[in-house]
């Protein structure tokens, strides 16, 4: 089994940075792609950002691009999501994602986290 844990949420005003983390553990050599989903209030879950299992390709969502990077660890048991020029509509409850295969274009979701909430206010 493997446990994704996100932090880094919190309460941020609009043009603010916030960095989210998502520390793996268990079998961690299972997890291929990572990234992140977002959910705000009254929408579907919608795609932010994946990374490969190297980091040498990555892939975000129109409405982040220019603003959010994902990143990972040399050991490949943490990502990140910097995600600066916050907007209101960035406001949602953000997932840790991860695939046992596949690449950074088809993140699907074989293990998630429990989610961290980022407000964004103006």
């Known amino acids: 089994q493997v446990q994704l844990v996100e932090s880094g949420g919190g309460l941020v005003q609009t043009g603010g940075s916030l960095r989210l983390s998502c520390a793996t553990s268990?079998?961690?050599?299972?997890?291929?792609?990572m990234g992140w989903f977002r959910q705000a209030p009254g929408k579907e879950r919608e795609f932010v950002a994946a990374i490969s299992w190297s980091g040498s390709t990555t892939y975000y969502a129109d409405s982040v691009k220019g603003r959010f990077t994902i990143s990972r660890d040399n050991a490949k048991t943490t990502v990140y999501l910097q995600m600066n020029s916050l907007k209101l509509e960035d406001t949602a409850v953000y997932y840790c994602?991860?695939?046992?295969?596949?690449?950074?274009?088809?993140?699907?979701?074989?293990?998630w986290g429990q989610g961290t909430q980022v407000t964004v206010s103006s």
């Open positions: 268990g079998r961690i050599y299972s997890v291929n792609t």
């Open positions: 994602a991860a695939d046992r295969r596949g690449s950074a274009y088809s993140l699907n979701g074989d293990y």
